[in-house]
């Protein structure tokens, strides 16, 4: 029988189980009701319970995870709040110019796909479905050497080249292969992805644990780079002779040797310090990605939110800096511009629409953000990307 004092701490333990404070730290703070259309989505949370629902427990999990614990996909959604935006007033804003330049092209808007490999997971149309999504709301997007789909089929369905995301191997004339394919393809950029080192995704071995299904149909653990085999880039490779995707020995001397073997813009994916934006301006490299591989490659706690402004610094205006990792709203996009990035990159939340709607889900969560983030400029007074700046922010 509990006394009086036992049933008040009761009662608080579950209103602190039920507050939006607890629910930010889980990280379910926006989850909500399911679905049934596409057009009642209200904000990109929607397609995330739409996916979760449809989706197979190790697929789900495969997108849900992090590093470790988790700690650094926290840390890159706690990061934005950590500003808060210092709108203007008395502007004219009836007219707002959402679009940005990347090298040498021109985008309705900076927010852009971010790669990520096997999205048949996702939907049976994959990465060429999510391409479609892609073309109608006029996004770049990025185009991930395990995708599941020919790099020429991606750019067929989205009506014009798009960028490759390069895992290197340890072979050099494999890599060469791979770069010299997308080349054909048409790719004007690749970003040499640098942070994929391993790491311990505790919650898809959780999720995984779920599944009743037998995984061995599609992955047979027993044969090395079984996963590799399917992947189209990967049709003509001996796998065998390939060794591991992303040398644990990539030094500035691979960045150099690849600068000079591609006709390719080439950026690198990964960079969180001044210091080795500094060394990649050194290099010869065209741009830089801001990432922590969506929290994924490494535990570190810090999201790239809070990485940006000193690799912003270090790159000193030479070369364009983009970045990925937890961009869920139009106010994560403002926010990242402000601190300096020229674009951003979306990752899960494409996805999530991808699992729920296909093509129309990749749209929607594509203009939901935008359509965000036009409101964010136009109620901090920004008529242009170009006028959003570091004095529309303050750190909270």
């Known amino acids: 029988m509990l006394d009086g004092r036992q049933r008040a701490r009761r009662d608080f333990l579950r209103y602190l189980a039920l507050s939006p404070l607890a629910a930010s730290l889980?990280?379910?703070?926006?989850?909500?009701?399911?679905?049934?259309?596409?057009?009642?989505?209200?904000?990109?949370?929607?397609?995330?319970?739409?996916?979760?629902?449809?989706?197979?427990?190790?697929?789900?999990?495969?997108?849900?995870?992090?590093?470790g614990g988790d700690s650094t996909t926290r840390a890159n959604r706690r990061g934005f709040d950590r500003y808060s935006l210092r709108v203007?007033?008395?502007?004219?804003?009836?007219?707002?110019?959402?679009?940005?330049?990347?090298?040498?092209?021109?985008?309705?808007?900076?927010?852009s796909l971010a790669p990520i490999g096997n999205q048949?997971?996702?939907?049976?149309?994959?990465?060429?479905?999510?391409?479609?999504?892609?073309?109608?709301?006029?996004?770049?997007?990025?185009?991930?050497?395990?995708?599941?789909?020919?790099?020429?089929?991606?750019?067929?369905?989205?009506?014009?080249?798009?960028?490759?995301?390069?895992?290197?191997t340890e072979r050099w004339e494999i890599t060469r292969a791979l770069l010299k394919r997308a080349e054909g393809a048409g790719c004007p950029a690749v970003a040499l992805t640098v942070d994929a080192l391993g790491s311990n995704r505790e919650t898809l071995k959780r999720w995984a644990k779920k599944d009743q299904r037998d995984c061995r149909v599609c992955h047979n653990?027993?044969?090395?780079?079984?996963?590799?085999?399917?992947?189209?880039?990967?049709?003509?490779?001996?796998?065998?002779?390939?060794?591991?995707?992303?040398?644990?020995?990539?030094?500035?001397?691979y960045v150099r040797r690849l600068r000079d073997a591609t006709s390719m813009k080439l950026l690198i994916k990964g960079?969180?310090?001044?210091?080795?934006?500094?060394?990649?301006?050194?290099?010869g490299v065209d741009g830089i990605i801001v990432s922590n591989h969506g929290?994924?490659?490494?535990?570190?706690?810090?999201?790239?939110?809070?990485?940006?402004?000193?690799?912003?610094e270090g790159a000193a205006g030479r070369i364009p800096v983009l970045m990925d990792g937890g961009i869920r709203r139009g106010t994560d996009v403002f926010k990242a511009l402000a601190l300096g990035a020229d674009a951003v990159a979306m990752g899960r939340p494409y996805c999530w629409g991808l699992a729920a709607f296909g093509?129309?889900?990749?749209?929607?969560?594509?203009?939901?953000?935008?359509?965000?983030?036009?409101?964010?400029?136009?109620?901090?007074?920004?008529?242009?990307?170009?006028?959003?700046?570091?004095?529309?922010?303050a750190s909270t």
């Not at 090395?224 to 591991?244: C, E, H, S, T």
């Not at 929290?295 to 912003?312: F, H, M, Q």
Request: without cysteine; negative net charge; glycine residues 8%.
């Open 88 to 111: 203007r007033r008395l502007v004219d804003v009836r007219e707002i110019d959402t679009s940005v330049e990347i090298l040498g092209a021109r985008w309705a808007s900076p927010i």
């Open 26 to 67: 889980r990280g379910d703070a926006d989850e909500g009701e399911v679905i049934a259309a596409v057009g009642e989505a209200i904000n990109v949370f929607d397609f995330r319970e739409v996916a979760k629902k449809k989706l197979p427990p190790a697929h789900y999990g495969y997108l849900a995870t992090g590093a």
């Open 120 to 168: 048949a997971a996702f939907h049976p149309g994959g990465v060429g479905e999510a391409a479609y999504g892609a073309k109608a709301a006029d996004a770049l997007q990025i185009l991930s050497t395990v995708a599941n789909t020919a790099v020429e089929d991606v750019v067929e369905a989205r009506g014009e080249p798009v960028w490759f995301q390069l895992y290197p």
């Open 271 to 283: 960079i969180v310090t001044r210091e080795d934006a500094e060394l990649a301006v050194e290099s």
């Open 359 to 393: 093509r129309e889900g990749v749209e929607a969560s594509l203009r939901l953000v935008q359509k965000e983030f036009a409101l964010a400029m136009r109620q901090a007074g920004t008529v242009s990307v170009d006028k959003i700046t570091r004095a529309y922010l």
């Open 221 to 253: 653990r027993d044969a090395p780079n079984d996963v590799l085999r399917r992947k189209p880039l990967f049709a003509d490779v001996d796998l065998a002779k390939m060794g591991r995707l992303s040398p644990l020995w990539m030094t500035w001397d």
């Open 295 to 312: 929290g994924r490659s490494e535990p570190s706690g810090r999201g790239t939110i809070e990485s940006l402004p000193e690799v912003v």
